[in-house]
């Protein structure tokens, strides 16, 4: 099993940067593909974006491409997401999660989520 914690989140203005931290302990993070998503008040959990457990691949919802960029440093056990030129609908509790395949199965861990408000 991998516990998650995330961190990084406030309150930015639009235009503004964020960068959310995925902590990982448990089982070696290498182990694991990771995810982000987030859910904003009234809708659905949405997918973000996804790295392979090396690293090495990663894949963005279409909202959020060329913005945002997530990578993994599986010797420090962490994930991180760089959001970049955030927007008002970015509006929303972030979560990391992960799995033990790179490109198919749930997300069968997640952290408890961290909010980002960003205003306009």
């Known amino acids: 099993q991998v516990q998650l914690v995330e961190s990084g989140g406030g309150l930015v203005q639009a235009g503004g940067s964020l960068r959310l931290s995925c902590a990982a302990s448990g089982r070696t993070f290498s182990s694991y593909a990771m995810g982000w998503f987030r859910q904003a008040p009234g809708k659905e959990r949405e997918f973000v974006a996804g790295?392979?457990?090396?690293?090495?691949?990663?894949y963005y919802a279409d909202s959020v491409r060329g913005r945002f960029a997530i990578s993994k440093d599986n010797a420090k056990n962490t994930g991180y997401l760089q959001m970049n030129s955030l927007k008002s609908e970015d509006t929303a509790v972030y979560y990391c999660?992960?799995?033990?395949?790179?490109?198919?199965?749930?997300?069968?861990?997640w952290g408890q989520g961290t909010q980002v408000t960003v205003s306009s």
């Open positions: 999660a992960a799995r033990n395949s790179d490109f198919r199965g749930e997300y069968a861990y």
């Open positions: 790295i392979s457990r090396s690293g090495s691949s990663a």
